[in-house]
T-cell receptor
Framework: EAEVAQSPRYKITEKSQAVAFWCDPI?????LYWYRQILGQGPELLVQ????????DSQLPKDRFSAERLKGVDSTLKIQPAELGDSAMYLC??????????????FGPGTRLTVL | AQSVTQLGSHVSVSEGALVLLRCNYS??????LFWYVQYPNQGLQLLLK??????LVKGINGFEAEFKKSETSFHLTKPSAHMSDAAEYFC?????????FGTGTSLTVIP
């Protein structure tokens, strides 16, 4: 069964350092999402891609976060510099298409970030 | 605007007892609704989804949910809890491909 891959699974960094997370969606999925999940809360969307284009990044803190999906396949989310409040689980998800309201989002295992 | 409310951030049931996790939604259009389960330090796994077909939706692991438009609810149930059901459960509503998640319900199963 195809899965969304993410790496690393765990990352510990010091504040002010740069961190990067990688996501490889299910093959053929045009839409890719990055979520942040703070402990005890539901996932919150950071950025949404349709192929290589950003569809929604309204909740992405652009002063320190950046995301790219250059070839419309895998994606990288970067934080520079990291702050203590960035400690969270970062989840990647993919689906067939944006316009399908009933499309299921398939989630990767996530990257647990701890900022010291 | 779309949103979901999950009543009860923590639910405890005895093994073999009925599981009932509550979800109410707010949507300006006919909703598409989902339930996901999350085990510790893992991603979210789809349990079931409602897409305007049958109002009673059956999912994996013996879970099912009933869409009730009059109550704007989509509660998740399982007749008999198993120890392996202990996890975090999230209800979500979809609009134009964007998901809006509830705050989650942590299910504890007591042996």
């Amino acid at each position: 069964e195809a899965e969304v891959a993410q790496s690393p699974r765990y990352k510990i960094t010091e504040k002010s350092q740069a961190v990067a997370f990688w996501c490889d969606p299910i093959s053929g999925h045009a839409t890719l999402y990055w979520y942040r999940q703070i402990l005890g809360q539901g996932p919150e969307l950071l950025v949404q891609f349709q192929d290589e284009s950003v569809v929604d990044d309204s909740q992405l803190p652009k002063d320190r976060f950046s995301a790219e999906r250059l070839k419309g396949v895998d994606s990288t989310l970067k934080i520079q510099p990291a702050e203590l409040g960035d400690s969270a689980m970062y989840l990647c998800a993919s689906s067939w298409q944006t316009s399908g309201r009933s499309d299921t989002q398939y989630f990767g295992p996530g990257t647990r970030l701890t900022v010291l | 605007a779309q949103s979901v409310t999950q009543l009860g951030s923590h639910v405890s049931v005895s093994e073999g007892a009925l599981v009932l996790l509550r979800c109410n939604y707010s949507s300006s259009v006919p909703p598409y609704l989902f339930w996901y389960v999350q085990y510790p330090n893992q991603g979210l796994q789809l349990l079931l989804k409602y897409t305007s077909a049958a109002t009673l939706v059956k999912g994996i692991n013996g879970f099912e949910a009933e869409f009730k438009k009059s109550e704007t609810s989509f509660h998740l149930t399982k007749p008999s809890a198993h120890m392996s059901d202990a996890a975090e459960y999230f209800c979500a509503v979809s609009d134009l491909g964007q998901f809006y998640f509830g705050t989650g319900t942590s299910l504890t199963v007591i042996p």
